[in-house]
Each structure stands twice: as structure tokens, then as C-alpha cells.
């Protein structure tokens, strides 16, 4: 009997040490294994996600009947090739949940039209950033790129976002761009040539054409470039005129819109194949904010 106490007696000692090793390890692990605690103030909690996680099909994004009201085609055309025409041609893209767009093009006897509808998708990869919030600051590059005024509360936020030269895109700056998959707003993102009567061409946006911004007639609307306080969470309208021939002159109007991580861009020409027409301000803009007004309405649906 004595000697099986003395054994337990010999063995107490182990178990406690044993016991207050596991219970320090314990205490000082956290969570991911790392052996630290954070420190007092900080934060593991990531920004919030954008409320998009993916895109529309851009060239299913326009209704049909809008379609042909904006892209009247001539008469000679078959039906097949009507059809053709209103399928839209989309942009390549190696992420089709990141950025995609569609162009279309008509010609008609007045005139020849061409529309752009692209998407671009702003992921944050800062943890302290969210998406909404890096969206903001790829937004607001594009308007201080188009010449205008970036509002004060979100220019105090995005320190950046003054910047045209600053990357548009929520992907690092370690990151390949999507080959092929033009960003909105900046030069060769699918707004069209005016001065061609080809396709859409790469070549630049409206502000990297060269034409001067339309001027407000005397007591009707302010038609020239402007920020827009009635679609999305923010807006800018660009209307610009390009030569198109000798005489002529096309329209090109370029809209701009960001709802909450996605951005929205409407480019919308029409180059009169009258050498004297010039297309009225007023109408073109019209027709481009309206559609962008549905491409609003849907995402948030």
C-alpha cells in the first residue's frame, strides 16, 4: 500500500507541469495561429463588400424597342442582318465579373449611330477600404479626368481621386490588366471615332478627341459637360463635337455613373451624313440619359 502511494506522490509534480505548459500555450495562441493578441484600438473586421458581386450581359442589358429607337437601320436590311445588328458585338473580356461591355452600330440615311454599354465591377483589396469606397475614388478619377470639379466631401476622402493619371480600376497595380477590355472614361474605352464611318474604334474617348464641350444656349438647359444629380449615386455627362468629314460634324455624347461598386458607362454618337447637319444637343443627351436611367433602374433591382 505504501508503495503505490509513494508512486502517486512522485508523479504529482509531472502532471502540474505539464498542466501549466498546455494552459500557457493556450493563452498566448490567437485565433489564426499567429502567438499574438492584437493590439488595443485594431481591428480584424474587413471593410464591407460592394452589394454587386456581379455583372449584367452587357449586350442583353438594352431593351430591344430602346435599341432600334436609338439605332434606327436602313430599310435594305434583311432580317437576319437586323438582327445582327441589334445582337451588339461584346468586348473581350478574361473576367466577365469584373469588366464587360457591348457596342452596336447602325447606319441609316440621316445618319450613322453608334452605342457603347460597358460595366466595370470596383473590388477593394484593402481591407480598411470598401468597395463603395474604392468605387468612389475610381469615379472620381474619371471626372477630374473629364475636366471637372470633383466634389469636395468625396475629394477630402479619396486623396487620390484628383489624379487622371491614377490607375482606373479596382484591381492592384501589381495586377495585368484585362487585355482587350476597355475601362470607362478613359482613352479607347468604347467611345467611338466620331470622325470614322467604320466600327468603334480604340483610338479615344470624346475628351481625347480634340472637340470643344457644347455651349448652353441662351435660356434653355445647360447642355455642355456637367456632373448629374439625378442617376445613380453619382454622374457626369460629357457632350462633345468631332469633325466628321470636311464639314460635318458628329456628336458624341459620353455618360458616367457609379452605382454603389459597379460603374457605368454610356457612349452614344451620331454623325449626320449630311455634310451641313449638326445633331442636336439636347436630343442626343436625352436619349443617352435615358438609357442610362434603365441601365440604373435594372442593377438595382
Not at 508523479?11 to 499567429?34: I, M, N
Request: charged share 20%.
Amino acid at each position: 500500500m505504501r508503495r503505490h502511494v509513494r508512486r502517486r506522490t512522485a508523479l504529482a509534480p509531472v502532471v502540474a507541469v505539464l498542466t501549466a505548459l498546455v494552459a500557457g500555450c493556450s493563452a498566448g495562441s490567437g485565433t489564426d495561429g499567429s502567438g499574438t493578441d492584437p493590439k488595443p484600438g485594431e481591428s480584424n473586421v474587413a471593410a464591407e463588400p460592394g452589394r454587386y458581386r456581379s455583372l449584367p450581359e452587357p449586350c442583353s442589358s438594352v431593351e430591344g424597342r430602346r435599341l432600334k429607337a436609338m439605332l434606327p437601320a436602313d430599310a435594305s436590311l434583311t432580317s437576319e442582318q437586323r438582327d445582327q445588328l441589334y445582337a451588339g458585338r461584346a468586348d473581350v473580356s478574361y473576367d466577365g465579373d469584373r469588366r464587360v461591355g457591348c457596342r452596336w452600330k447602325a447606319a441609316s440615311g440621316d445618319a450613322t449611330r453608334l452605342l457603347f454599354v460597358g460595366y466595370e465591377r470596383v473590388v477593394s483589396y484593402d481591407p480598411a477600404t470598401s468597395d463603395d469606397d474604392k468605387a468612389r475614388q475610381v469615379y472620381d478619377r474619371l471626372l477630374a479626368a473629364a475636366h471637372l470639379p470633383v466634389p469636395a466631401a468625396t475629394a477630402s476622402a479619396s486623396p487620390s481621386a484628383g489624379t487622371p493619371s491614377g490607375t482606373p480600376s479596382g484591381t492592384p497595380s501589381s495586377g495585368a490588366p484585362s487585355a482587350g477590355a476597355p475601362s470607362p472614361g478613359t482613352a479607347g474605352s468604347g467611345a467611338p471615332s466620331a470622325g470614322t464611318s467604320g466600327g468603334p474604334a480604340g483610338s479615344g474617348s470624346p475628351a481625347a478627341s480634340g472637340g470643344a464641350p457644347s455651349g448652353t444656349p441662351s435660356g434653355g438647359p445647360a447642355l455642355g459637360s456637367r456632373a448629374l444629380d439625378d442617376l445613380g449615386e453619382d454622374a457626369f455627362l460629357e457632350d462633345r463635337l468631332t469633325p466628321a468629314g470636311p464639314t460635318a460634324q458628329a456628336r458624341t455624347v459620353h455618360l458616367v455613373f457609379r452605382s454603389s461598386n459597379v460603374i457605368v458607362t454610356v457612349d452614344y454618337t451620331v454623325q449626320p451624313t449630311a455634310p451641313s447637319d449638326t445633331p442636336d444637343a439636347e436630343e442626343t443627351q436625352d436619349t443617352a440619359r435615358e438609357l442610362a436611367a434603365g441601365l440604373a433602374d435594372a442593377l438595382s433591382e
